[in-house]
Protein backbone atom coordinates (compact mmCIF):
# COMPACT_ATOMS: atom_id res chain seq x y z
CA UNK A 1 0.00 0.00 0.00
CA UNK A 2 1.32 3.28 -1.12
CA UNK A 3 0.95 6.44 1.37
CA UNK A 4 -1.41 7.78 -0.72
CA UNK A 5 -3.88 5.11 -0.24
CA UNK A 6 -3.13 4.43 3.55
CA UNK A 7 -3.87 8.46 3.82
CA UNK A 8 -7.40 8.33 1.43
CA UNK A 9 -8.52 5.21 4.08
CA UNK A 10 -7.98 6.89 7.46
CA UNK A 11 -9.14 10.97 5.71
CA UNK A 12 -12.38 11.67 7.74
CA UNK A 13 -13.96 14.78 8.96
CA UNK A 14 -13.19 16.26 12.34
CA UNK A 15 -17.11 15.36 13.67
CA UNK A 16 -16.09 11.77 12.69
CA UNK A 17 -12.62 11.88 14.73
CA UNK A 18 -13.65 12.95 17.53
CA UNK A 19 -16.35 10.46 17.79
CA UNK A 20 -13.47 8.39 20.01
CA UNK A 21 -13.44 10.53 23.11
CA UNK A 22 -15.63 9.19 25.84
CA UNK A 23 -16.42 10.67 29.26
CA UNK A 24 -13.45 10.27 31.78
CA UNK A 25 -10.83 10.03 29.22
CA UNK A 26 -7.27 12.04 29.18
CA UNK A 27 -6.94 13.60 25.87
CA UNK A 28 -3.77 15.53 24.97
CA UNK A 29 -4.05 18.83 22.93
CA UNK A 30 -0.61 19.16 21.33
CA UNK A 31 1.02 22.32 22.34
CA UNK A 32 1.68 25.91 21.64
CA UNK A 33 1.44 26.02 18.04
CA UNK A 34 0.07 22.69 17.25
CA UNK A 35 -3.11 22.87 19.65
CA UNK A 36 -6.27 21.41 18.06
CA UNK A 37 -8.36 23.71 15.49
CA UNK A 38 -11.08 21.97 13.96
CA UNK A 39 -10.87 19.16 16.20
CA UNK A 40 -11.20 21.34 19.30
CA UNK A 41 -14.97 22.94 17.64
CA UNK A 42 -15.79 19.74 16.35
CA UNK A 43 -15.29 18.19 19.95
CA UNK A 44 -17.07 20.96 21.43
CA UNK A 45 -20.41 20.02 19.59
CA UNK A 46 -20.14 16.83 21.57
CA UNK A 47 -20.08 18.95 25.36
CA UNK A 48 -23.66 17.67 26.32
CA UNK A 49 -22.73 14.45 25.79
CA UNK A 50 -19.63 14.20 27.94
CA UNK A 51 -18.24 14.44 31.57
CA UNK A 52 -14.74 14.52 33.20
CA UNK A 53 -12.71 14.70 30.05
CA UNK A 54 -9.13 15.66 31.10
CA UNK A 55 -7.25 17.21 28.25
CA UNK A 56 -3.71 18.36 28.86
CA UNK A 57 -1.62 20.86 26.14
CA UNK A 58 0.10 23.94 27.49
CA UNK A 59 0.55 27.92 25.82
CA UNK A 60 -2.98 28.58 24.03
CA UNK A 61 -3.09 31.58 21.84
CA UNK A 62 -6.89 31.69 22.50
CA UNK A 63 -9.90 30.27 24.41
CA UNK A 64 -10.21 26.18 22.93
CA UNK A 65 -14.48 25.75 21.99
CA UNK A 66 -14.61 23.30 24.45
CA UNK A 67 -14.42 26.32 26.81
CA UNK A 68 -16.97 28.87 25.18
CA UNK A 69 -19.90 27.60 27.23
CA UNK A 70 -20.31 28.84 30.74
CA UNK A 71 -21.08 25.48 32.07
CA UNK A 72 -17.75 23.87 30.38
CA UNK A 73 -16.13 22.94 33.52
CA UNK A 74 -18.71 20.55 34.42
CA UNK A 75 -17.86 18.63 31.25
CA UNK A 76 -13.87 19.56 30.76
CA UNK A 77 -10.84 20.20 32.35
CA UNK A 78 -7.90 22.45 30.94
CA UNK A 79 -4.73 20.42 32.68
CA UNK A 80 -1.46 22.82 31.12
CA UNK A 81 1.69 22.09 31.62
CA UNK A 82 2.49 25.34 30.98
CA UNK A 83 0.48 28.76 31.60
CA UNK A 84 -0.71 31.46 29.34
CA UNK A 85 -2.78 34.34 30.07
CA UNK A 86 -5.56 32.51 28.24
CA UNK A 87 -5.24 29.59 30.88
CA UNK A 88 -4.58 31.99 33.66
CA UNK A 89 -7.95 32.79 32.93
CA UNK A 90 -9.22 29.26 32.73
CA UNK A 91 -7.88 29.37 36.40
CA UNK A 92 -10.32 31.84 37.33
CA UNK A 93 -13.12 30.51 36.02
CA UNK A 94 -12.59 26.56 37.91
CA UNK A 95 -11.86 25.00 34.29
CA UNK A 96 -8.02 25.00 34.65
CA UNK A 97 -5.58 24.07 36.94
CA UNK A 98 -1.52 23.45 36.03
CA UNK A 99 0.56 20.43 36.47
CA UNK A 100 4.06 21.72 37.72
CA UNK A 101 7.08 19.78 36.42
CA UNK A 102 10.59 20.70 35.09
CA UNK A 103 10.30 20.83 31.52
CA UNK A 104 12.78 18.36 30.27
CA UNK A 105 10.95 15.91 32.34
CA UNK A 106 7.85 15.79 30.05
CA UNK A 107 9.06 13.08 27.82
CA UNK A 108 9.69 10.50 30.35
CA UNK A 109 6.58 11.54 32.05
CA UNK A 110 4.36 10.58 28.95
CA UNK A 111 6.26 7.06 28.65
CA UNK A 112 6.01 6.05 31.91
CA UNK A 113 2.55 7.36 33.31
CA UNK A 114 0.22 5.58 34.62
CA UNK A 115 -2.81 7.53 33.00
CA UNK A 116 -1.26 8.33 29.77
CA UNK A 117 -3.82 10.51 27.31
CA UNK A 118 -5.90 7.93 25.44
CA UNK A 119 -6.62 10.03 22.44
CA UNK A 120 -3.92 12.53 21.00
CA UNK A 121 -4.97 15.14 18.41
CA UNK A 122 -2.91 18.24 17.25
CA UNK A 123 -2.28 19.94 14.10
CA UNK A 124 0.47 19.03 12.26
CA UNK A 125 2.43 19.97 8.50
CA UNK A 126 1.00 18.37 5.83
CA UNK A 127 2.66 14.73 5.08
CA UNK A 128 5.71 14.82 2.79
CA UNK A 129 6.69 12.15 0.48
CA UNK A 130 7.75 9.00 3.18
CA UNK A 131 4.60 9.45 4.92
CA UNK A 132 5.39 11.64 8.13
CA UNK A 133 3.66 14.31 9.43
CA UNK A 134 5.84 17.14 10.88
CA UNK A 135 5.27 18.75 14.16
CA UNK A 136 6.28 22.00 13.14
CA UNK A 137 8.20 24.16 15.76
CA UNK A 138 7.34 21.91 18.68
CA UNK A 139 9.15 18.90 18.84
CA UNK A 140 8.47 19.64 22.67
CA UNK A 141 7.15 16.09 24.11
CA UNK A 142 4.87 15.10 21.31
CA UNK A 143 7.19 12.10 20.03
CA UNK A 144 6.58 10.69 23.48
CA UNK A 145 3.30 11.33 23.62
CA UNK A 146 2.59 9.44 20.89
CA UNK A 147 4.06 6.29 21.75
CA UNK A 148 1.41 5.78 24.76
CA UNK A 149 -1.88 7.34 22.81
CA UNK A 150 -4.34 4.74 21.81
CA UNK A 151 -6.18 7.13 19.15
CA UNK A 152 -3.58 9.78 17.27
CA UNK A 153 -5.65 12.57 15.54
CA UNK A 154 -3.30 14.73 12.93
CA UNK A 155 -5.09 18.10 11.87
CA UNK A 156 -3.48 18.51 8.75
CA UNK A 157 -2.56 22.39 8.58
CA UNK A 158 -0.46 23.75 5.56
CA UNK A 159 -0.06 26.74 6.79
CA UNK A 160 2.44 24.74 9.55
CA UNK A 161 5.92 25.53 8.81
CA UNK A 162 8.04 21.96 8.36
CA UNK A 163 10.73 22.57 11.32
CA UNK A 164 13.37 19.97 10.22
CA UNK A 165 15.49 18.06 13.02
CA UNK A 166 17.30 14.93 14.52
CA UNK A 167 14.63 12.83 16.11
CA UNK A 168 10.65 12.79 17.27
CA UNK A 169 9.93 15.91 15.09
CA UNK A 170 7.26 13.96 13.31
CA UNK A 171 4.91 10.89 13.24
CA UNK A 172 4.56 8.47 10.09
CA UNK A 173 0.91 7.76 8.80
CA UNK A 174 1.58 4.04 9.82
CA UNK A 175 1.09 5.33 13.57
CA UNK A 176 -2.23 7.42 13.25
CA UNK A 177 -5.19 6.63 13.67
CA UNK A 178 -7.05 9.46 11.69
CA UNK A 179 -6.65 12.44 9.59
CA UNK A 180 -8.43 15.32 9.09
CA UNK A 181 -7.86 18.06 6.85
CA UNK A 182 -8.55 20.75 8.83
CA UNK A 183 -9.44 24.63 8.07
CA UNK A 184 -5.71 26.17 7.71
CA UNK A 185 -5.75 28.59 9.88
CA UNK A 186 -2.84 30.92 10.47
CA UNK A 187 -0.45 29.53 13.06
CA UNK A 188 -1.36 31.27 16.78
CA UNK A 189 1.28 33.86 16.81
CA UNK A 190 3.00 35.49 20.52
CA UNK A 191 4.25 38.52 20.16
CA UNK A 192 7.43 39.97 22.47
CA UNK A 193 5.52 42.55 23.88
CA UNK A 194 5.75 45.82 23.47
CA UNK A 195 8.90 48.18 22.76
CA UNK A 196 11.75 47.57 25.18
CA UNK A 197 11.76 50.01 28.14
CA UNK A 198 14.72 51.86 29.35
CA UNK A 199 15.11 49.82 32.12
CA UNK A 200 15.36 46.67 29.65
CA UNK A 201 17.79 48.05 27.27
CA UNK A 202 19.97 49.27 30.96
CA UNK A 203 19.82 45.38 31.89
CA UNK A 204 20.05 44.06 28.66
CA UNK A 205 23.70 46.32 28.07
CA UNK A 206 24.89 45.03 31.78
CA UNK A 207 24.17 41.43 30.06
CA UNK A 208 25.64 41.48 26.60
CA UNK A 209 29.08 42.86 28.02
CA UNK A 210 29.60 40.11 29.65
CA UNK A 211 28.85 37.59 26.48
CA UNK A 212 31.95 36.39 24.98
CA UNK A 213 32.87 35.81 20.76
CA UNK A 214 31.47 31.68 20.11
CA UNK A 215 29.11 31.82 23.06
CA UNK A 216 25.75 29.61 22.85
CA UNK A 217 22.78 31.51 23.70
CA UNK A 218 19.26 30.84 25.37
CA UNK A 219 16.69 33.40 25.82
CA UNK A 220 13.52 33.29 27.43
CA UNK A 221 10.50 34.87 26.15
CA UNK A 222 9.76 38.47 27.10
CA UNK A 223 11.51 42.87 26.96
CA UNK A 224 14.37 41.97 28.73
CA UNK A 225 15.82 39.02 26.65
CA UNK A 226 14.69 40.50 23.34
CA UNK A 227 16.07 43.67 24.05
CA UNK A 228 19.16 41.81 24.87
CA UNK A 229 18.68 39.52 21.35
CA UNK A 230 18.15 43.47 20.33
CA UNK A 231 21.79 44.74 21.19
CA UNK A 232 23.44 41.55 19.83
CA UNK A 233 21.96 41.94 16.76
CA UNK A 234 23.41 45.01 16.58
CA UNK A 235 27.02 44.47 18.33
CA UNK A 236 30.39 42.72 17.15
CA UNK A 237 29.97 39.54 18.60
CA UNK A 238 30.42 36.89 16.39
CA UNK A 239 30.42 33.41 15.72
CA UNK A 240 27.26 33.14 18.74
CA UNK A 241 25.29 29.18 18.68
CA UNK A 242 21.82 28.89 19.81
CA UNK A 243 20.70 26.04 21.66
CA UNK A 244 17.24 27.08 23.48
CA UNK A 245 14.09 25.52 25.09
CA UNK A 246 12.20 28.18 23.41
CA UNK A 247 12.88 29.78 19.67
CA UNK A 248 11.89 33.34 19.69
CA UNK A 249 11.92 36.14 16.98
CA UNK A 250 15.24 37.88 18.94
CA UNK A 251 17.13 34.66 17.36
CA UNK A 252 15.93 35.40 13.62
CA UNK A 253 17.31 38.70 14.01
CA UNK A 254 20.40 37.79 15.23
CA UNK A 255 20.83 35.02 12.77
CA UNK A 256 19.84 37.67 10.27
CA UNK A 257 22.55 39.88 11.31
CA UNK A 258 25.31 37.45 10.75
CA UNK A 259 26.05 37.13 14.32
CA UNK A 260 25.05 32.94 14.21
CA UNK A 261 26.77 30.36 12.57
CA UNK A 262 27.31 27.36 15.89
CA UNK A 263 30.85 26.84 14.53
CA UNK A 264 31.88 26.99 18.30
CA UNK A 265 29.54 24.35 19.47
CA UNK A 266 30.91 20.92 21.04
CA UNK A 267 27.88 19.34 19.78
CA UNK A 268 25.33 20.16 17.17
CA UNK A 269 27.76 22.00 15.41
CA UNK A 270 26.47 24.64 12.83
CA UNK A 271 22.42 23.97 14.07
CA UNK A 272 20.15 26.13 16.06
CA UNK A 273 18.49 24.10 18.57
CA UNK A 274 15.13 24.11 20.04
CA UNK A 275 12.40 22.14 21.56
CA UNK A 276 9.53 24.77 20.56
CA UNK A 277 8.98 27.64 18.89
CA UNK A 278 6.13 30.66 19.37
CA UNK A 279 6.50 33.96 18.05
CA UNK A 280 5.79 36.04 14.85
CA UNK A 281 5.26 34.86 11.29
CA UNK A 282 8.75 36.34 10.64
CA UNK A 283 9.63 33.41 12.93
CA UNK A 284 8.02 30.99 11.38
CA UNK A 285 8.64 31.52 7.92
CA UNK A 286 12.25 31.47 8.98
CA UNK A 287 12.01 27.89 10.47
CA UNK A 288 10.39 26.61 7.48
CA UNK A 289 12.06 24.11 6.33
CA UNK A 290 15.96 25.78 7.64
CA UNK A 291 18.59 23.33 7.70
CA UNK A 292 20.51 25.24 9.80
CA UNK A 293 17.78 24.84 12.44
CA UNK A 294 17.15 22.13 14.57
CA UNK A 295 13.71 20.45 16.01
CA UNK A 296 14.71 18.03 19.18
CA UNK A 297 12.63 17.04 21.85
CA UNK A 298 12.53 18.50 25.27
CA UNK A 299 14.46 16.01 27.22
CA UNK A 300 17.70 16.44 24.84
CA UNK A 301 17.70 20.39 24.62
CA UNK A 302 16.91 20.93 28.34
CA UNK A 303 18.80 18.00 29.55
CA UNK A 304 21.66 19.77 31.69
CA UNK A 305 24.30 17.02 30.07
CA UNK A 306 23.54 18.47 26.90
CA UNK A 307 23.84 22.35 27.89
CA UNK A 308 27.11 21.86 29.96
CA UNK A 309 28.61 20.39 27.14
CA UNK A 310 28.63 23.51 25.20
CA UNK A 311 31.77 26.06 26.16
CA UNK A 312 30.00 29.67 27.32
CA UNK A 313 26.63 28.63 27.60
CA UNK A 314 24.66 32.20 28.47
CA UNK A 315 21.44 31.70 29.35
CA UNK A 316 19.48 34.94 30.44
CA UNK A 317 15.54 34.26 31.84
CA UNK A 318 13.43 36.03 33.84
CA UNK A 319 11.67 36.78 37.44
CA UNK A 320 8.80 38.22 38.69
CA UNK A 321 10.53 38.67 42.21
CA UNK A 322 12.99 37.13 44.26
CA UNK A 323 14.10 37.44 47.94
CA UNK A 324 17.31 38.39 49.80
CA UNK A 325 17.94 34.33 50.31
CA UNK A 326 18.37 34.44 46.63
CA UNK A 327 15.41 32.51 46.07
CA UNK A 328 13.78 33.50 42.35
CA UNK A 329 9.77 33.41 41.66
CA UNK A 330 9.05 33.07 37.92
CA UNK A 331 6.08 31.28 38.25
CA UNK A 332 3.64 33.38 40.52
CA UNK A 333 2.46 36.42 42.31
CA UNK A 334 1.62 34.71 45.61
CA UNK A 335 -1.16 32.25 44.93
CA UNK A 336 -1.79 33.85 41.38
CA UNK A 337 -0.67 31.47 39.09
CA UNK A 338 1.27 33.23 35.71
CA UNK A 339 2.99 30.70 33.93
CA UNK A 340 5.23 27.56 34.80
CA UNK A 341 8.53 26.26 36.25
CA UNK A 342 9.47 25.22 32.22
CA UNK A 343 12.92 24.59 31.53
CA UNK A 344 14.50 27.56 33.30
CA UNK A 345 16.09 25.62 36.44
CA UNK A 346 17.73 23.12 33.71
CA UNK A 347 19.33 25.92 31.92
CA UNK A 348 20.41 27.93 35.49
CA UNK A 349 22.09 24.90 36.21
CA UNK A 350 23.69 23.23 33.10
CA UNK A 351 24.90 27.01 31.91
CA UNK A 352 27.08 26.85 35.56
CA UNK A 353 28.48 23.76 34.80
CA UNK A 354 29.61 24.69 31.12
CA UNK A 355 33.12 25.65 30.61
CA UNK A 356 32.91 29.38 30.67
CA UNK A 357 29.30 29.64 30.48
CA UNK A 358 26.68 31.93 32.87
CA UNK A 359 23.56 32.17 33.54
CA UNK A 360 21.29 35.71 34.27
CA UNK A 361 18.38 35.84 36.23
CA UNK A 362 17.03 39.70 34.72
CA UNK A 363 14.21 41.85 36.26
CA UNK A 364 13.11 45.09 36.72
CA UNK A 365 14.19 46.68 40.50
CA UNK A 366 10.34 47.54 40.86
CA UNK A 367 6.34 47.54 39.27
CA UNK A 368 3.78 49.39 39.27
CA UNK A 369 0.62 48.19 40.63
CA UNK A 370 -3.06 49.10 39.43
CA UNK A 371 -3.31 51.84 41.40
CA UNK A 372 0.21 53.27 40.73
CA UNK A 373 2.22 52.52 43.45
CA UNK A 374 5.46 51.51 43.23
CA UNK A 375 6.48 48.43 44.14
CA UNK A 376 10.02 46.21 44.97
CA UNK A 377 10.51 43.12 43.00
CA UNK A 378 13.51 42.13 45.66
CA UNK A 379 11.54 41.25 48.70
CA UNK A 380 12.74 40.65 52.14
CA UNK A 381 11.07 36.86 51.35
CA UNK A 382 8.72 35.73 48.98
CA UNK A 383 5.45 36.22 49.72
CA UNK A 384 2.81 33.51 50.63
CA UNK A 385 2.59 31.17 48.29
CA UNK A 386 4.62 32.07 45.79
CA UNK A 387 6.76 29.21 44.14
CA UNK A 388 10.63 29.02 44.57
CA UNK A 389 11.35 28.18 40.46
CA UNK A 390 15.52 28.25 41.38
CA UNK A 391 16.75 27.73 44.55
CA UNK A 392 19.26 29.86 46.71
CA UNK A 393 21.63 27.72 45.93
CA UNK A 394 21.57 27.94 41.77
CA UNK A 395 21.17 31.32 41.03
CA UNK A 396 24.41 32.75 39.50
CA UNK A 397 24.04 36.51 38.04
CA UNK A 398 21.32 38.52 38.95
CA UNK A 399 20.49 41.52 36.63
CA UNK A 400 18.46 44.77 37.31
CA UNK A 401 18.82 48.19 36.37
CA UNK A 402 20.96 49.34 39.06
CA UNK A 403 23.74 46.64 37.98
CA UNK A 404 24.52 42.80 37.89
CA UNK A 405 25.62 41.06 40.90
CA UNK A 406 27.34 37.62 41.19
CA UNK A 407 25.43 35.49 43.61
CA UNK A 408 27.07 32.23 43.18
CA UNK A 409 28.81 30.60 46.63
CA UNK A 410 28.14 33.37 48.69
CA UNK A 411 26.64 33.41 52.46
CA UNK A 412 23.93 34.73 53.36
CA UNK A 413 24.99 38.24 54.61
CA UNK A 414 27.24 38.54 51.26
CA UNK A 415 24.42 37.35 49.09
CA UNK A 416 22.15 39.85 51.28
CA UNK A 417 24.28 42.87 50.62
CA UNK A 418 25.10 41.61 47.11
CA UNK A 419 20.67 41.34 46.26
CA UNK A 420 20.29 45.01 48.25
CA UNK A 421 22.85 46.61 45.77
CA UNK A 422 20.99 46.38 43.05
CA UNK A 423 17.56 46.95 44.10
CA UNK A 424 15.68 50.71 43.80
CA UNK A 425 17.59 52.70 46.20
CA UNK A 426 13.86 53.92 47.56
CA UNK A 427 13.73 50.20 49.47
CA UNK A 428 17.01 49.40 50.22
CA UNK A 429 16.97 51.20 53.77
CA UNK A 430 14.09 48.94 54.38
CA UNK A 431 15.44 45.46 53.30
CA UNK A 432 18.57 46.22 55.10
CA UNK A 433 16.05 46.06 58.39
CA UNK A 434 14.41 43.37 57.31
CA UNK A 435 17.48 41.44 56.71
CA UNK A 436 19.08 42.72 60.24
CA UNK A 437 16.07 41.21 61.44
CA UNK A 438 16.69 37.65 59.57
CA UNK A 439 20.37 37.78 60.89
CA UNK A 440 21.48 37.70 57.30
CA UNK A 441 23.23 41.25 57.43
CA UNK A 442 26.97 41.74 59.20
CA UNK A 443 26.56 45.41 60.90
CA UNK A 444 29.83 46.67 59.24
CA UNK A 445 27.78 46.57 55.99
CA UNK A 446 27.24 50.04 54.80
Known sequence: MDFTQEYKQKLVTADEAVKTVRSGDWVDYGWCTNTAESLDKALAKRTDELTDVNVRGGILFKLPAIFEREDAGEHFTWNSWHMSGVERHLINRGCAYYAPIRYSELPR????????????????????????????????????????????????????????????????????????????????????????????????????????????????????????????????????????????????????????????????????????????????????????????????????????????????????????????????????????????LDFVLGAYLSNGGKSFICCSSTFKTKDGQLKSRILPTLNPGSVVTDTRANIHYLVTEYGKVNLKGLSTWQKAEAIISVAHPDFRDELIKEAEKMHIWRRSNK
Open 109 to 344: YYRDSATPSRVAMFQVAPMDAHGYFNFGPSASHLGAMCERAEVIIVEVNENMPRCLGGTECGIHISDVTYIVEGENPPIGELGAGGPATDVDKTVAKLIVDEIPNGACLQLGIGGMPNAVGSLIAESDLKDLGVHTEMYVDAFVDIAKAGKINGSKKQIDRFRQTYAFGAGTKKMYDYMDDNPELMSAPVDYTNDIRSISAIDNFISINNAVDLDLFGQVNAETAGIKHISGAGGQ
